[in-house]
C-alpha cells in the first residue's frame, strides 16, 4: 500500500451536499415501513435517510440508474458526513472510501486500484 499527500480538496460530494437541501423537502416520499421517527425521502437518482432527530444519517446516489447506489454517504449524528463509499467504475464494488473528521472536513482517501476489495492506496488531505 502505498501513501501519498494530497493537496486538492477532493469534492466529489459537493453536488451530493447542494442536494440535501432538496432531499431535506417533502417530495417523492416512499412508503416503505421504517422504525418510528425515521423518514425515507427520494429525489430522481437521491436517497436521503433521516433519523428520529430529523437529522440525516445516510444518503445514497445512484448515477447510472441501474437500481444500486454507487455513493453512498454516512454522516455524524451532528450532521457533517462520516464516511464515503463510492463505486467509480460501475462494477458494484465500491472502490474509494473517503474517511472525514467530525468537523466535516476530509481525512483521507482509501482506493482500491486494482479490483481486489483490498485498499491499494491512501491518500492523505493537508
Not at 480538496?9 to 453536488?15: H, L, Q, S, V
Given at each position: 500500500m502505498s501513501i501519498v499527500r494530497i493537496t486538492t480538496?477532493?469534492?466529489?460530494?459537493?453536488?451530493a451536499f447542494a442536494l440535501l437541501a432538496l432531499a431535506g423537502c417533502d417530495v417523492g416520499e416512499t412508503s416503505l415501513r421504517l422504525p418510528a421517527g425515521y423518514r425515507l425521502v427520494q429525489k430522481q437518482q437521491y436517497q436521503a435517510l433521516y433519523g428520529p432527530s430529523g437529522k440525516i444519517e445516510r444518503l445514497l446516489q445512484d448515477r447510472n440508474h441501474d437500481g444500486r447506489a454507487d455513493a453512498v454517504i454516512l454522516y455524524y449524528s451532528n450532521g457533517n458526513p462520516r464516511l464515503g463509499e463510492i463505486d467509480s467504475d460501475g462494477d458494484g464494488?465500491?472502490?474509494r472510501w473517503e474517511h472525514f473528521y467530525t468537523d466535516g472536513k476530509l481525512e483521507k482517501v482509501d482506493l482500491d486500484t486494482d479490483g481486489d476489495g483490498k485498499i491499494d492506496r491512501t491518500d492523505y488531505a493537508q
Open positions: 480538496p477532493i469534492g466529489y460530494f459537493g453536488a464494488r465500491v472502490d
